[in-house]
């Protein structure tokens, strides 16, 4: 067992909500900073991409990488999923690359799943169900599915979920896997205990026939467990439980940086909250106001800090906001207005973001700051923006040679095989165009609210990879 998972573990005992998909870190969606942990340390996160991993943003190299999924140590990179909430010891190149030591995964709950919400059509993108005695909350956009869809999940699907907890110890949902068989797994502490039966989130647990490991004075009362066995008859009957509160220590005296991806579960300030029942503290000197003010119970974000006396220490805090990327040109620059216009060739129209005082702009070649005026018309650029209400605000800006052209954004029309317009521009599609999913990628999109990245990596003004972004 990890450390890590054994620190949140312990705040869960002490009142704070936790249950999480311990192993960790990944992916997804959106970058706690543009450059991921400073030095060596640990990530944790959903993941967002492969071609190595992507989490938190960065790219980490995993060729040499031991891994632990879901306590297979034989495992390898083809057993991980988009949507795993992953555990990573990595060190940080600067450049958004990274080189990780371990990668370790485990799901919060795996159960049937009942009492399934409807697709309400004042909601449609949410539904929800429990699994095991707990709330499993679901996304059309930001849930991925594996063997399923929003759709076509059923009561009594056996799935496999991976997520964050929020304050109420719901899920939300970063990818729900349909299984076969019947095995179940359920996290919690022991509750009620009456020789070998006891309940977990309410739901009765026969450990009559289990092997018990890590467990020096056996079944104990508020002790947290992990319990794998079937679910029979409204109870489980459990063939192992194993303790996982082993190794608080030795994060407790952890003495690297971190980087966190998840919701707040607790919030005094909004410099002093905790993500995923950890604590967090915020240098009010490194975050800028402007971030610190859209922070509230619930909300997902990312932090990246050191842990001292099991506290992160922030110094780097990102909201979990709608995120946008794009390589192109510069097509024109209104250094009174704050505003930038982008261009593909041979693509008819232009994109404009907005700049402001937090907006980073340097020139790679020079490594030095520049400032708006300084950008030319067909200067190459690669942006990381968020989007505001109808704003695209620039984050970062580097002006570089470009490998290939880059855009992402919500689908607002699309010809299947022939081009998807984004940002009132229509990308054409080369005829043998790479998609992620591969398999329904255009079942999936919902014009107006589905997110697509585009790449065009020869630069030929056709592009050649869609995939959908959660």
């Known amino acids: 067992m990890n450390a890590f998972t054994s620190l949140i573990k312990e705040y869960q ?107 309400d059509p004042a909601d449609p993108e949410n539904r929800s169900f429990i699994v095991l005695g707990t709330t499993v909350k679901i996304n059309l956009q930001s849930t991925v599915f594996e063997n399923t869809s929003f759709l076509n999940l059923q009561n009594d699907n056996l799935v496999e979920v991976s997520g964050f907890v929020d304050q109420n110890g719901n899920i939300i949902a970063t990818l729900i896997e349909v299984k076969s068989g019947n095995e179940i797994e359920l996290h919690g502490q022991i509750n009620n205990l009456v020789g070998t039966l006891f309940d977990i989130n309410g739901v009765i647990v026969d450990a009559s026939a289990a092997t018990l490991e890590d467990l020096e004075n056996g079944l104990e ?69 402007s971030v610190l003010d859209q922070l509230a119970l619930g909300i997902e974000i990312e932090v990246e800090g050191v842990i001292e006396n099991s506290i992160i220490m922030a110094d780097e805090v990102e909201l979990r906001q709608d995120e946008r990327k794009y390589q192109a040109l510069v097509s024109s620059v209104n250094t009174t207005d704050r505003v930038l216009s982008i261009y593909y060739p041979n693509i008819t129209g232009v994109i404009t973001l907005s700049i402001d005082n937090e907006s980073e702009l340097e020139d790679e070649a020079s490594g030095d700051p520049i400032g708006l005026g300084d950008l030319l018309p067909d200067d190459e650029v690669k942006i990381e923006a968020s989007v505001n209400g109808d704003q695209i605000r620039i984050k970062s800006l580097t002006r570089d040679m470009i490998e290939k052209f880059e855009v992402s954004g919500v689908v607002e029309s699309f010809e299947q095989g022939i081009s998807i317009t984004i940002n009132n521009l229509m990308f054409p599609l080369e005829a043998d165009v790479e998609y992620e999913p591969d398999l329904n990628f255009y079942n999936t999109i919902q014009t107006g609210i589905t997110i697509v990245e585009l790449q065009d990596e020869d630069k030929d003004s056709q592009f050649d990879k869609a995939e959908i972004e959660y």
């Not at 900073?33 to 996160?45: E, K, L, N």
């Not at 994060?251 to 690297?256: A, F, K, L, R, T």
């Open 13 to 119: 005992r002490l009142g704070m909500i936790m249950l999480m998909a311990l192993s960790v870190v990944s992916c997804g969606g959106s970058s706690i900073i543009s450059a991921g942990i400073s030095g060596t340390g640990i990530v944790f996160g959903s993941i967002t991409g492969f071609g190595s991993i992507y989490v938190n943003g960065v790219e980490y190299d995993i060729d040499s990488a031991s891994f632990n999924v879901d306590g297979n140590t034989m495992a390898s990179q083809a057993d991980l999923k988009i949507g795993m909430v992953v555990k990573l010891d990595a060190t940080d190149n600067g450049d958004g690359t990274g080189v990780a030591s371990t990668v370790s995964y485990d799901e919060l709950v795996q159960g049937p799943v009942s009492n399934l919400t409807a697709i």
């Open 221 to 289: 009362e508020d002790l947290y467990v992990e319990v794998k066995g079937t679910f029979n008859g409204g109870q489980v009957v459990a063939t192992e439980i194993e303790g996982e509160d082993d190794d608080r220590a030795a994060i407790e005296n952890y003495e690297g940086e971190v980087s966190i991806q998840g919701l707040i579960t607790t919030f005094n300030s909004s410099t002093d909250f905790s993500v995923n029942g950890v604590p967090v503290l915020v240098d009010t000197l490194q975050v800028p106001s």
